[in-house]
């Protein structure tokens, strides 16, 4: 296989040191031994292009796009070569056959903002060239050779301040850094390998893209300490479920006292941190990597040679006079298409014999008839039958002209950052005949689309791949059968950044007759573009949508690293259809900082697991094998790494401002009150709408589908009755006030030990009234913020059947807990509290920290906690800690809870980091020093200008661990590159499809002219 890298071998070489030319200079040391070629000229099977480092439009090759981070424009204000570097990364791709990460976080973006789910290629790292048995001389080191941006060295000088008996030796010290911070400078790599060898800890604090210096250490022998992001969470292993590969610790994000106890933990146990950290570090070879390379160019290429075919997708609803009309205008195509499907969407008329002649008279045409479900489930049935590289959807009284699958396929072959390809439209008015071209469809402009005015018509050439990556159509956007579920398809598809293309010629003949839409007086448009938040807030839309970005240049790129609400839900086979409104709700969000955990309750082998990552590949799914709700919710909740759960069942759906709000209404300042839920909107099936419509809650009524939307109030939180439950009220009624969807610290999960899995139904209801009991208290926000179907509830209908068991079983098991009085609203009902204000995200670690000094006091921990949540007091957290450990804490924290801590030792000021302008104390404790460390001198002259460790050093933070993952991605790569693309033989890839000769189109108008 022929390759060709950009940037090259030589101007990695003359370049600067950096990140991406020692991955230039590796690969070619290393691919040629996995049947890689390199070469210089224009005659290559394969582009390797490193950071959208080329113009990539022209080239007729397979692209590896292999990015190397992205500059997190969202978070951080950026100049605008670094907009420019992330526009030609996203540039790059658009137009890739394979996209590569160098680690999981990085990923994560892709996967959100462009259905991308890219290779997880990490760097290597020559181990034996490190040094393990050097002297260990006990300093703590952080080494970046910049102090700018995530580069931040105020977490050394805090460090120094809180252990003035621990050196730390850094590449850059703030000003007014204590007397044990010793600043060294930038030096030589061959330098700086000697200052690694010799510390003691090394201290990575900085949001990594992946993070060689980490690898260096480990490869040196040394605990890595650290926050839980970027290249931190990919490399080093901390968790108890591996503790033999563990070596360091990583703190919460920002969280001091968590990195200085961790910093304590790491000293304690370095030597057994230090074996596994270098054991760690000998699995990420070049070796690996290189081989990992060479299977993503082998599939790039199987993608690239994938034919130019092309499939016809006809859905039928009742269209036995237009049905033929259609299908001959599809299979007469001078670029033939392979199959032309008529999807019969339970017609009721002669299609479906029409249909059956019809593929018995031509080869390629097939018949599939389905109930009637709309034309977008006819659509998507359709092109699941195929698996052509293109597909057409062409209505059953519509047709095409006989150049119009080449001329579009033609469009996309020649630029693959085209999504769709259509072409001007002839009008036919059925009850004149009349004909014109009319002057929409124009040029593809997405800032239209915005404003709520498709640019595409109904027909149109697509890639299928888009379709699946967009999990097709969707019918809730026509729900009278035909509505806008065209114009929301190709609006999704912009914002993942594949654009229209126009085909200046009117070879798609519209007929306007019975059409339910444009031929419907009543027709009314469904709101498409309410569940896509950049349509009315620039700052949600995705980062290589098609729209003008703000700054002409790039759009705004976002981190999707430590979500703040960890969604869970748990589904059934019976609701994989509802599914997809459940996560399209959770993308709705005007809120982006959550993660969505899927855990299917069945056993894998009977759900297509690879479709729904497809079209969600940041999902976290996990299959239960049929244990039941609260076994799956309890499964999610155990991954989720969100400081809130918001648990939501798949036949239900959020409002698009749900978790904003509830995040906004939540007490952060005490926790005992945050539990939040609102009011929702029911839907059932009903013609009996005369007492709603009465009282006000009538939302929605269908009078031909009896489709029937009601407001719900929930009732207000009253801590006194639902601490008497599970009895029943003097009036005979259980008091159940809220929905499981709702806001909850994950620690009062935790505290309660999640919902009760021995219970087949009212799991939800035991599991608030066991947090009621314990005194915690829920806040009401009197909005609907939920959908509820009140139809498909499997467990609910298994709780009305069993109903007097599960009351039993509840009664049994409260009998005689002793219960707390409500820590939130004292003992009285709460009432519903006014909106609080939005919590501001800080956009650096230091950023909203309370950086004043505070009366510290020396405690014992006494509350039983085994480490595995960590202490939070009124939004101050103190770590993970385990009970008998001695700790540093606020005095009044621990005057307000004396049975969770003993007091050892009298108040004493701790100073906490200032910043640079400011005066260090005058006075510090006298302590015993650790010996001044030996730095080696400078002895090479450094360049005048600074070099990153990777050009483009993202803002992101963490995935999962690299290496276990990266063995089994590379056996699931290898296994995909060998195997035939989406089921057929791959073929010589042409430049344009070849017309058949051209034939007299007969129709029942005058034929317009074949453009050529």
């Known amino acids: 296989m022929r390759v060709r890298t950009f940037p090259g071998l030589e101007q990695a070489k003359n370049d600067p040191p950096s990140g991406i030319n020692t991955v230039i200079k590796k690969h070619y040391e290393h691919l040629p031994s996995y049947g890689i070629e390199f070469v210089d000229d224009d005659n290559f099977d394969v582009a390797i292009v490193h950071a959208g480092m080329a113009n ?126 010793y600043d060294i400078g930038v030096r030589p790599h061959d330098e700086m390998r000697e200052i690694i060898e010799r510390c003691g800890v090394y201290l990575s604090s900085t949001k990594e893209t992946f993070g060689v210096g980490i690898l260096e250490a480990m490869a040196a022998g040394k605990p890595v300490l650290g926050f839980r992001e970027g290249g931190n969470s990919d490399l080093v292993s901390d968790s108890p479920s591996s503790e033999k590969w563990n070596c360091g610790y990583l703190a919460k994000p920002g969280d001091i006292n968590d990195l200085s106890h961790g910093l304590e933990i790491c000293l304690r146990e370095k030597d057994r941190f230090g074996i596994a950290a270098r054991a760690r570090a000998e699995f990420f070879t070049w070796e690996r990597a290189a081989e990992a390379v060479a299977l993503v160019c082998k599939y790039a290429l199987s993608v690239h040679s994938q034919a130019a075919t092309v499939s016809v997708v006809i859905p039928c609803y ?199 839409v444009h031929g419907n007086p009543n027709y009314r448009e469904v709101a498409w573009l309410s569940w896509h938040p950049w349509a009315e807030d620039i700052n949600f839309m995705p980062m290589a949508a098609c729209s003008e970005p703000r700054n002409k240049i790039a759009h705004l790129v976002r981190q999707y690293d430590i979500p ?38 069945c056993k894998e082998e009977e759900h297509d697991r690879a479709a729904l990552l497809v079209r969600y590949p940041y999902l976290k799914l996990l299959y239960n094998h049929g244990s039941g709700a609260g076994s799956a919710r309890n499964m999610g909740a155990g991954l989720a790494e969100g400081e809130y759960l918001l648990f939501v069942d798949a036949d239900d759906w959020l409002q698009p401002d749900a978790m904003k709000m509830f995040y906004e209404y939540r007490n952060p300042d005490a926790p005992t009150e945050s539990i939040v839920y609102s009011d929702y909107y029911g839907h059932i099936t009903t013609d009996k709408i005369a007492e709603f419509d009465r009282a006000g809650r009538l939302v929605y009524h269908n009078a031909k589908t009896l489709k029937t939307v009601i407001l719900h109030h929930a009732f207000d939180y009253d801590c006194e009755r639902a601490q008497e439950q599970p009895d029943l009220d003097d009036d005979g009624q259980f008091y159940i006030w809220n929905l499981v969807t709702c806001l909850i610290p994950k620690e009062i999960h935790n505290e309660i030990g999640g919902f009760d899995e021995n219970m087949k139904s009212w799991e939800d209801w035991d599991y608030f009234l066991r947090i009621s009991h314990l005194g915690y208290c829920f806040g009401r926000i009197p909005e609907p913020l939920v959908n509820y179907r009140f139809e498909t509830g499997v467990r609910r209908e298994i709780g009305r059947q069993i109903h007097a068991d599960l009351i039993e079983y509840m009664q049994d098991k409260y009998e005689g807990v002793e219960l707390m009085a409500c820590r939130g609203c004292g003992g009285s009902s709460s009432a519903a509290r006014a909106r609080r204000p939005a919590m501001v995200f800080p956009s650096s670690p230091l950023e909203g920290m309370n950086m004043s000094s505070t009366q510290m006091i020396e405690v014992v921990l006494t509350d039983g906690n085994r480490g595995d949540h960590e202490i939070k007091i009124h939004g101050r957290s103190y770590g993970s800690r385990v009970d008998g450990e001695r700790m540093l804490i606020q005095q009044d924290h621990a005057e307000m809870f004396p049975h969770r801590f003993r007091v050892l030792g009298r108040p004493e000021p701790v100073p906490t980091p200032v910043p640079a302008t400011a005066v260090k104390p005058k006075e510090k404790p006298v302590v015993r020093r650790a010996p001044k460390p030996t730095i080696p001198p400078i002895t090479t002259p450094m360049p005048q200008t600074e070099t990153d460790d990777e050009d483009l050093e993202p803002r992101v933070l963490s995935g999962t661990e690299a290496a276990d993952i990266l063995g089994e991605k590379m056996g699931q790569l290898d296994t995909v590159a060998n195997a035939l693309v989406e089921g057929e033989t791959p073929e010589k890839a042409k430049p344009s499809p070849t017309p058949k000769p051209k034939r007299k189109y007969v129709s029942r108008k005058k034929t317009t002219t074949n453009p050529k």
Request: aromatic content about 12%; overall charge negative; charged content about 25%.
């Open 318 to 516: 009742n269209k036995a006079e237009t049905l033929e009309r259609a299908v001959e205008s599809a299979v007469e195509q001078s670029l033939e298409p392979r199959h032309v499907i008529i999807v019969d969407d339970g017609s009721s008329d002669e299609s479906g014999r029409i249909g059956q002649e019809l593929s018995e008279r031509y080869p390629s045409v097939e018949y599939y008839a389905k109930p009637n479900g709309g034309v977008a489930t006819a659509r998507n049935a359709g092109i699941e039958r195929v698996h052509t590289k293109y597909v057409c959807c062409l209505d059953a009284d519509d047709e095409i002209a006989q150049e119009f699958l080449f001329m579009c396929v033609r469009a996309l072959e020649a630029d693959k950052t085209v999504g769709a390809a259509y072409s001007k439209l002839l009008a036919i008015r059925d009850e004149d005949g009349s004909e014109e071209v009319t002057d929409w469809p124009g040029e593809y402009n997405y800032d239209e689309f915005l404003r709520g005015s498709a640019q595409i018509p109904t027909c149109a050439v697509f890639r299928r791949d888009l379709w699946r990556r967009l999990g097709g159509y969707r019918q809730r956007y026509a729900p009278n059968g035909a509505g806008a579920e065209d114009a929301e398809f190709w609006f999704r598809m912009g914002a993942m950044g594949y654009k229209g293309q126009l085909i200046p010629h009117p070879l798609f003949y519209y007929h306007i007759g019975n059409n339910l």
């Open 564 to 601: 703040i609400i960890s969604v869970v839900i748990p589904c059934v086979l019976e609701h994989q259809e509802y599914l997809i409104d459940a996560l399209d709700s959770l993308e709705a969000q005007n809120f982006h900082r959550w993660e969505a955990i899927v855990i299917m309750d």
């Open 56 to 181: 990539t439009k022209d080239m007729g090759s397979a692209i590896v796009a292999m990015t190397h981070g992205l500059y997190w424009s969202y978070d951080q204000d950026m100049v605008d070569w670094q907009h420019a570097a992330n526009r030609a990364v996203l540039d790059s791709v658009l137009r890739a056959d394979a996209v590569t990460v160098p680690s999981y976080w990085v990923a994560k973006t892709f996967q959100r903002d462009m259905r991308v789910s890219p290779f997880v290629v990490p760097h290597g790292i020559d181990a034996h060239e490190w040094n393990t048995n050097a002297k260990d001389e006990g300093y703590v080191l952080w080494n970046k050779n910049r102090n700018s941006d995530v580069c931040d060295p105020t977490w050394v000088q805090q460090l120094a301040f809180m252990h003035p008996e621990i050196n730390f030796v850094t590449t850059f010290a703030p000003r007014n850094s204590p007397s044990n911070v």
